[in-house]
Structures are given as structure tokens and as C-alpha cells.
């Protein structure tokens, strides 16, 4: 009895799901990475705040060999795999960077917060290839939640540089079918929205090596998904969802300084959310909060019930300086129901 209702709620949710993520948020779809992928690097001009800025970003190979992908964007891919399947990454490295020395002249992915095998960690102090690599590591129900992933080549630059992206671990049915909940045993939610919170600062992108800019990091440019969204009109993301659903935002901190993440309304006013997973981790208890800390290289999920009337809710991330978490600015998203 019980197992033929968890069953009818599994379909549910895989029914609902898929009909909200035909309007979600402008991320792009997600790869399960045990169908075996190849990524790639190649470098792209991003204007921000009026500057055009060089960056490396992570992104699907596509026929005409590396450096050459379809659509590079910042952040790369969403990857995705379940519990108990083998990821099978590729990572194709274009070119050997000028002016770095051996290894920190090539690229890695590296799964943070994931105890992959060391010969996958893509650490090249370890001895992690940095000219191209294979990655193959299976997760457990423990790392269901929001992950990430980076270069670990001169990590200061290349991150700084635009190598990450999101990286989620999925709860899975008998069948290996993904099933929309928080954590293991957690709740289901009917929408996701993942956040990759990330900063710039423009004088890393042109230095290189032990150049005396790396020590003091001064960002001038604060992202969502990529996008600086710096006002409630002019957003960074956008998720559109149906009234009264769950929503799990799962939040990725690739950013270089402190952050705080709030969900106001249009009075301004800050709703509350549930804490679930903190670094991939579910929390023994979940916590009931309207405001988080996300710190760099950290992730958190956290899930909101949305009001069951039609309406707006503001997700934003104010960004503050690691020596005395003064405020440097704040990146809105929009919430819409309806
Ligand atoms: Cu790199």
C-alpha cells in the first residue's frame, strides 16, 4: 500500500515537474552525464557594465574538435547524475596557455565537494592531466544536492576566468529514473531553480602567473547564471512557476567573496525558506530561515512553497567584502507565479 502511493507521488511529481520545466528559468537544459559527454574550453568576450571582458568557459564539444563548441556561455553546462550511475566526462583541452609554465598551462575539471578517486579530482598537484582527461566516478545517496564544479589549474585565474559551472546529484527511482526530491528521503518539489553565484574582477583576467594582482582581489562586476541583474527590472534570472508550487533553489558559490541570500517580496519584505543541504549535505534538521550566508566554495538548497495566489517574489544575493562584509552590491532575480 504504502509502496503503490510513493509510486503514484513519484509519477506525480515527474508529471508536474516535467510540465513547470517548460517555463523555468533561462539555464540551459541539463546533461546527464552518464550518457558520456565531451566538454571543452573556449574563451568568450562578455560585456559587462558597458566593458568587454575575455573569459574561459566550460562548454559541449561540438564536431570540429576543441575550442569549438555550439553555444559557450558563462556559466558552463549543467551537469547532472544520478545515485548509482557512472559519470563518463571528457574534457578535450583546445590549447597549451601561453605564459603559464607546465602543468598550470592546461585545464582540469574538478568536482568540488565530491570524494571522487584522486586520479578524477583533476588536481594537478596530485598529478591530475591538465591537456585533456577522462573523468568516471559514481556518487551515493549521500551527495543528492547541489554540487559544482571548476578548473583546479592556478585556481586564483582560472576560476576568476569563467571554468565553472553547476553540478547536481539526483535521487533516483528503482529504475534509475531521476525523482524530483531535495535530498535523500527528502521532499519532493515541484520546480528547480539553480543559482551559480560568481564574481570579476577584471585585472585577474589579464594577469598571469605570480603577477602581484592575484593578491588582492577587488571584484567590480557581481553575477547570477552568469548575468549581473542590478536592478528588480533588470533581473539576472527569471523563473516562472505555478502558484502555490515548491520550489528547490539550489545555490552555487563560485564567487571570490561573502554572500547573503534573501527572498523578498514586493514590500520588501523577506519571506521564509527551509535550509535543507549544506554543501551537498542534508542537514539532520532542516531549518527554517529568511536569510543565509552562502561563502565562497560553498552550495546550499533551500526550497519555498509559493503563495497559492498569483504574484511576484524577489530572490537576491547581496555581495560583501571578505575583510569586513561591507556591502559591495546586490544582484536580483524575479520569482514569478502565477
Ligand atoms: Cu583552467
Known amino acids: 500500500?504504502?509502496?503503490?502511493?510513493?509510486?503514484?507521488?513519484?509519477?506525480?511529481?515527474?508529471?508536474?515537474?516535467?510540465?513547470?520545466?517548460?517555463?523555468?528559468?533561462?539555464?540551459?537544459?541539463a546533461i546527464d552525464v552518464s550518457g558520456g559527454i565531451?566538454?571543452?574550453?573556449?574563451?568568450?568576450?562578455?560585456?559587462?557594465?558597458?566593458?568587454?571582458?575575455?573569459?574561459?568557459?566550460?562548454?559541449?564539444?561540438?564536431?570540429?574538435?576543441?575550442?569549438?563548441?555550439?553555444?559557450?556561455?558563462?556559466?558552463?553546462?549543467?551537469?547532472?547524475l544520478g545515485v548509482g550511475a557512472q559519470a563518463n566526462i571528457t574534457l578535450m583541452v583546445p590549447m597549451m596557455m601561453a605564459g603559464e609554465p607546465a602543468p598550470y598551462d592546461g585545464h582540469t575539471i574538478h568536482f568540488h565537494g565530491l570524494d571522487v578517486p584522486q586520479g578524477e579530482d583533476g588536481v594537478p598537484e596530485t598529478g591530475a592531466a591538465t591537456n585533456g582527461d577522462t573523468y568516471t566516478f559514481s556518487v551515493d545517496q549521500r551527495y543528492i544536492g547541489a554540487h559544482?564544479?571548476?578548473?583546479?589549474?592556478?585556481?586564483?585565474?582560472?576560476?576568476?576566468?569563467?571554468?565553472?559551472?553547476?553540478?547536481?546529484?539526483?535521487?533516483?527511482?528503482?529504475?534509475?529514473?531521476?525523482?524530483?526530491?531535495?535530498?535523500?528521503?527528502?521532499?519532493?518539489?515541484?520546480?528547480?531553480?539553480?543559482?551559480?553565484?560568481?564574481?570579476?574582477?577584471?585585472?585577474?583576467?589579464?594577469?598571469?602567473?605570480?603577477?602581484?594582482?592575484?593578491?588582492?582581489?577587488?571584484?567590480?562586476?557581481?553575477?547570477?547564471?552568469?548575468?549581473?541583474?542590478?536592478?528588480?527590472t533588470t533581473p539576472a534570472d527569471t523563473l516562472t512557476a505555478t502558484a502555490g508550487a515548491t520550489v528547490a533553489i539550489r545555490l552555487m558559490g563560485l564567487q571570490s567573496v561573502n554572500a547573503t541570500f534573501q527572498i523578498l517580496d514586493d514590500a520588501g519584505s523577506s519571506q521564509t525558506f527551509t535550509l535543507y543541504n549544506l554543501d551537498g549535505y542534508a542537514l539532520t534538521s532542516p531549518m527554517a530561515t529568511s536569510e543565509i550566508e552562502i561563502s565562497p566554495g560553498q552550495t546550499k538548497d533551500i526550497m519555498i512553497t509559493l503563495p497559492a495566489t498569483p504574484g511576484t517574489l524577489f530572490p537576491e544575493v547581496t555581495y560583501r567584502r571578505l575583510r569586513d562584509d561591507a556591502p559591495y552590491a546586490k544582484v536580483y532575480t524575479t520569482l514569478n507565479f502565477n
Open 1 to 29: 500500500m504504502k509502496n503503490s502511493y510513493l509510486f503514484l507521488t513519484t509519477r506525480l511529481v515527474q508529471l508536474i515537474l516535467g510540465a513547470c520545466f517548460l517555463f523555468s528559468s533561462t539555464q540551459s537544459s
Open 148 to 232: 559544482m564544479y571548476h578548473c583546479h589549474v592556478h585556481t586564483v585565474k582560472h576560476l576568476e576566468m569563467g571554468m565553472y559551472g553547476p553540478f547536481v546529484v539526483r535521487a533516483v527511482d528503482t529504475g534509475g529514473n531521476f525523482i524530483a526530491t531535495i535530498n535523500d528521503g527528502g521532499p519532493s518539489y515541484d520546480v528547480e531553480w539553480n543559482m551559480v553565484l560568481s564574481t570579476v574582477d577584471p585585472r585577474y583576467h589579464s594577469a598571469i602567473g605570480d603577477d602581484v594582482v592575484f593578491a588582492s582581489y577587488t571584484p567590480q562586476y557581481y553575477l547570477i547564471n552568469g548575468n549581473e541583474g542590478t536592478s528588480r
Open 38 to 80: 565531451t566538454l571543452s574550453v573556449q574563451q568568450i568576450s562578455k560585456t559587462l557594465g558597458g566593458t568587454a571582458i575575455d573569459f574561459w568557459v566550460y562548454c559541449v564539444m561540438n564536431g570540429t574538435g576543441p575550442g569549438s563548441c555550439a553555444d559557450p556561455v558563462l556559466p558552463g553546462p549543467l551537469l547532472e
